[in-house]
């Protein structure tokens, strides 16, 4: 199962959040910005600090939240494939 975002493009203010939720999938989820990673299992960049780039969430398992920050204006494609502009 693929999951995919609803709106193509989003846009995002500099130093807003966005909260990922795996709300009860039955199997672990991940959350990836820009390639996807030789290995998804853990996770990979700084979602506190997210300035573009390399960004993986890790396996989430069903109930948990990943949650990143923009903290500098940019632009990044994610594997659901959806753009995210912030700025």
Request: proline share 9%; net charge negative; with cysteine.
């Amino acid at each position: 199962m693929v999951m995919r975002f609803i709106e193509p493009k989003v846009v995002i203010h500099v130093g807003e959040s966005v909260s990922f939720v795996n709300n009860g999938m039955a199997a672990p989820q991940t959350v990836t910005f820009g390639d996807e990673p030789a290995n998804f299992f853990p996770p990979l960049g700084d979602p506190q600090n997210y300035t573009g780039g390399q960004l993986n969430s890790g396996f989430m398992t069903p109930n948990t939240t990943f949650t990143v920050t923009f903290t500098k204006a940019g632009s990044t494609t994610t594997s659901a494939p959806c753009t995210i502009t912030w700025e």
